[in-house]
């Protein structure tokens, strides 16, 4: 089978780029013929036979005060020039979009249109990492960080009203007018199916009616990771990213009202300097690999105190998977992934008395405790071989 796996940056960057390199990779091993379209950048690593690639756009400030640059933020010509060269040299059976907004823009989907006009097996699948779709902003939140769904009825000048995307009024406005566009051009036609990795992203999507018939749930696959089994340790941990939307703010009052429990922060992020105020806070940096397996494994008790529409985050799946029981708001798809009662508990995102409560509950209940470390090995995330197994079912099926 032939899969062209699109995605504006091609090298490991965030969430999105790490789907992509996994599952490029695990398909080439199946036997698939696997191309890569993206931005060009001398930082990647996935490619395709042809060098074919868009050109990286500057979004500086200065840049996008031009209105011939701000068009070009919404439609991108050389994009959609490119792809189609691409579309026609590697002839793909499948096309599976990931993010591509402001680089390569959705006027590349106008270029598959035409390509699977021609290829009548062929078949585009998006897969929707954030809200862009009904969203400008992509996250269901102000620039505040306060949940915000007022776009939800297609109203999207709402983004350019509150300033949504970074409090600026010239960044909104280009998101408002980018949404509107793509909206009344009717390009999501083309999309055969959109790969929701929450149930609670694909009832936001089923709000309006153009995707209503093409969503489906399958959460994010993880690695068949085999780890050696580690002690518990007396402390608590929370790792990712520190800023206000993950609940970082919130978590740290909690943490100074208990100050005889040790807790553990592996990542990074604006807030991470707060850290050295606190006695009972270690702070180790950027984790990943088994570095990271081996203090997420030790740890009693993990926290994702999220304070946004969350849609299938890593850190509760691997938590689980490492034998460590989870603590998360009550936010986007975090309950979709823990088994409350058995493997984790959820607290209402923000509330500083509720999450100190849930935690004083477990760490002071070693017996609960042990048995919630306990019921995480019976808990089945996808793994890639089940993922793709569903992904390719919706191909045959469509």
Not at 269 to 280: A, H, L, W
Not at 345 to 370: H, P
Not at 371 to 386: Q, R, V
Request: proline share 3%; with cysteine.
């Amino acid at each position: 089978m032939k899969v062209l796996l699109v995605n504006k940056f091609l090298y490991p960057k965030g969430g999105a780029e790490t789907y992509v390199i996994k599952l490029g990779q695990y398909l080439q091993k199946k036997g698939n013929e696997v191309q890569y379209f993206g931005l060009e950048n001398e930082k990647n690593t996935l490619k395709n036979d042809w060098n074919l690639y868009a050109k990286e756009y500057d979004l500086s400030k200065n840049n996008i005060k031009s209105i011939f640059n701000v068009l070009k933020l919404i439609y991108s010509r050389e994009a959609k020039k490119k792809i189609s060269k691409l579309l026609k040299l590697f002839n793909p059976d499948l096309i599976i979009l990931n993010n591509i907004e402001y680089h390569l823009t959705p006027s590349i989907i106008l270029a598959i249109g035409k390509y699977k006009e021609k290829n009548k097996k062929a078949k585009l699948f998006y897969v929707a990492h954030d809200y862009q779709l009904i969203c400008p902003s992509h996250g269901l939140f102000d620039s505040e960080v306060n949940i915000c769904e007022k776009c939800l009825n297609g109203d999207y000048w709402n983004c350019y009203r509150t300033k949504c995307l970074k409090g600026s009024r010239l960044k909104s406005l280009i998101g408002t007018i980018d949404s509107i566009y793509w909206h009344k051009r009717n390009v999501y036609k083309y999309v055969d199916k959109i790969i929701c990795p929450s149930e609670f992203l694909k009832k936001k999507l089923n709000t309006q009616e153009e995707f209503r018939n093409k969503t489906i749930t399958i959460h994010n696959f993880t690695d068949n990771i085999k780890t050696k089994k580690y002690k518990k340790e007396d402390y608590i941990i929370n790792f990712g990213y520190f800023c206000k939307d993950k609940g970082t703010e919130t978590l740290l009052k909690v943490i100074k009202q208990l100050p005889d429990i040790q807790f553990v922060f592996a990542g990074y992020g604006p807030i991470e300097y707060e850290f050295k105020k606190y006695k009972n806070i270690k702070f180790v940096g950027f984790k990943s690999g088994e570095e990271l397996i081996e203090i997420v494994s030790k740890a009693k008790l993990s926290i994702y105190p999220s304070e946004w529409y969350e849609n299938c985050p890593f850190s509760v799946i691997e938590s689980q998977m490492y034998g460590t029981p989870i603590i998360g708001s009550n936010m986007g798809g975090i309950p979709e992934l823990i088994n409350i009662g058995k493997t984790g508990e959820i607290f209402k995102a923000k509330n500083v008395d509720e999450l100190k409560e849930v935690i004083l509950k477990l760490w002071n209940n070693k017996e609960l405790l042990d048995k919630y470390s306990k019921n995480c090995a019976s808990i089945k995330f996808e793994t890639l071989d089940s993922y793709w197994e569903k992904m390719f079912n919706l191909y045959e099926r469509n």
